[in-house]
């Protein structure tokens, strides 16, 4: 399986951006998806998860009520779309496809590339 994330950027801290992660060689519409972050010197971090059908979500505390994770599974693609974002979301942002509803980082068997978002005060 392959996944490609893109849509990271550099915005001002109060702005939105809207992250996709594109899947390919495997059965989309079977895994959960999950998106995580890692910013400079600290460890990689679970940032939301959605079940495979759509129909579940889940976020971390961080990102509660400013993120929405959703998927097309016609399009075998996962969106992160980021509002009021602030300088601490800065991080490289990476997709992965699980077999669970899972938020821990080893749990995830595919992982994308990672695509940078720089928030600016």
């Known amino acids: 399986v392959q996944l490609q994330a893109s849509g990271g950027g550099l915005v001002l801290a109060g702005a939105s951006l809207r992250l996709s992660c594109a899947a390919s060689?495997?059965?989309?519409?079977?895994?959960?998806m999950g998106w995580f972050r890692q910013a400079p010197g600290k460890e990689r971090e679970f940032v939301a998860v959605?079940?495979?059908?759509?129909?579940?979500?889940s976020y971390a505390d961080s990102v509660k009520g400013r993120f929405t994770i959703s998927r097309d599974n016609a399009k075998n693609t996962v969106y992160l779309q980021m509002n009021s974002l602030k300088p601490e979301d800065t991080a490289v942002y990476y997709c992965a496809a699980s077999a669970g509803f899972n938020f821990r980082s080893y749990e995830y068997s595919y992982w994308g590339q990672g695509t940078k978002v720089t928030v600016s005060s």
């Open positions: 959605i079940s495979s059908s759509g129909a579940i979500t």
């Open positions: 060689g495997r059965t989309f519409s079977r895994d959960a």
